[in-house]
Nanobody
Framework: QVQLVESGGGSVQAGGSLRLSCVVSGYTDRTYCMGWFRQVPGKEREGVARIASDGSTNYGDSVKGRFTISQDNAKNTLYLQMNNLKPEDTAMYYC???????????????WGQGTQVTVSS
């Protein structure tokens, strides 16, 4: 059984930083794509960053240069370092896993429960 558990969310002022973590268990495929997504009420879930099993990364335009996705395979943990946070980054953040980097969040198979990030101005 695959489980993803996020942590690290919280409240921060604009310009501040947070690091999200996602501990993954039960995922055994050597080929994978791990991603961070976010959603605010009433809006579509959007991709923030993703990292594939070959180490390649991809970022949403709104977070490029501010957020960094990384992984520690020894700890089965995915990270999202978020710097220079802005109020528009406020959202519920989810990590997800899939066998490939799908074009839509709807195609990701495994999801965590989410962690809230709130950025005040």
């Amino acid at each position: 059984q695959v489980q993803l558990v996020e942590s690290g969310g919280g409240s921060v002022q604009a310009g501040g930083s947070l690091r999200l973590s996602c501990v993954v268990s039960g995922y055994t495929d050597r080929t994978y794509c791990m991603g961070w997504f976010r959603q605010v009420p009433g809006k579509e879930r959007e991709g923030v960053a993703r990292i594939a099993s070959d180490g390649s990364t991809n970022y949403g335009d709104s977070v490029k240069g501010r957020f960094t996705i990384s992984q520690d395979n020894a700890k089965n943990t995915l990270y999202l370092q978020m710097n220079n946070l802005k109020p528009e980054d406020t959202a519920m953040y989810y990590c997800a896993a899939n066998g490939y980097c799908a074009s839509s969040w709807k195609l990701y198979k495994y999801w965590g429960q989410g962690t809230q990030v709130t950025v005040s101005s």
